[in-house]
């Protein structure tokens, strides 16, 4: 059974730091991508970011760019979000996502889509002072 | 970014009947839509991908269709258990973006 634990939200003050960690098994977790998508309480999906399943490939949303980064430890099936300068708006419940891919060969170019498979229950971060 | 757009935001809808929910997008995204499903206090759940195949273990009163710019997610019978927010997604461009979903209550 694909297993998602997502851990370290805590409240933490406007311009703290925080890192958050998911725990993968019950599947490859070396062969595939991984999102982290967030939600602010009584508010709608908000993707947040991407990471191939290399590492070498990483993508952010506009509202988190140059603030998160997103990495992982293929030897410990693990995932994390580094979050710096963070922001009353940044208060959301913060999910880990299995990504599942689609590939589109055009000439001599092999483009990849990548959507969300299995969620985790999520960890909450809140910013506040 | 491309901005996803559902209509309506709330779906009043009997048990047994039909639901029909939509959902923009504000340039092409060729195929590359996601559905998926929200009951309170839990995760989502992934329906439809590729704009009309169900994801493993989703019964099949759930289609999806569309492609490019319009999209439908249609539930042909609700179940008690249907009663939700649906989500659609666009994977096609970076970054990728959800609408901001449609709540399927019961009349």
């Known amino acids: 059974e694909v297993q998602l634990v997502e851990s370290g939200g805590v409240v933490v003050q406007p311009g703290g730091s925080l890192r958050l960690s998911c725990a993968a098994s019950?599947?490859?977790?070396?062969?595939?991508?991984m999102h982290w998508v967030r939600q602010a309480p009584g508010k709608g999906l908000e993707w947040v970011s991407l990471i191939t399943w290399d590492g070498v490939n990483t993508y952010y949303a506009d509202s988190v760019k140059g603030r998160f980064t997103i990495s992982r430890d293929n030897s410990k099936d693990s995932l994390y979000l580094q979050m710096n300068s963070l922001r009353a708006e940044d208060t959301a419940l913060y999910y880990c996502?299995?990504?599942?891919?689609?590939?589109?060969?055009?000439?001599?170019?092999?483009?990849?889509?990548?959507?969300?498979?299995?969620w985790g229950k999520g960890t909450t971060v809140t910013v506040s002072s | 970014e491309i901005v996803m757009t559902q209509s309506p935001a709330t779906l009043s809808v009997s048990p047994g009947e039909r639901a029909t929910l939509s959902c923009r997008a504000s340039q092409s995204v060729s195929s590359n839509l996601a559905w998926y499903q929200q009951t309170p206090g839990q995760a989502p759940r992934l329906l439809i991908y590729g704009a009309s195949t169900r994801a493993t273990g989703i019964p099949a009163r759930f289609s999806g269709s569309g492609s490019g710019t319009e999209f439908t997610l249609t539930i042909s019978s609700l179940q008690s258990e249907d009663f939700a927010v649906y989500y659609c997604q666009q994977y096609n461009n970076w970054p990728q973006t959800f609408g901001q979903g449609t709540k399927v209550e019961i009349k």
């Open positions: 996502v299995k990504s599942l891919t689609t590939v589109r060969l055009s000439g001599t170019v092999y483009y990849y889509y990548y959507y969300m498979d299995v």
């Open positions: 019950g599947f490859n977790f070396d062969d595939l991508a």
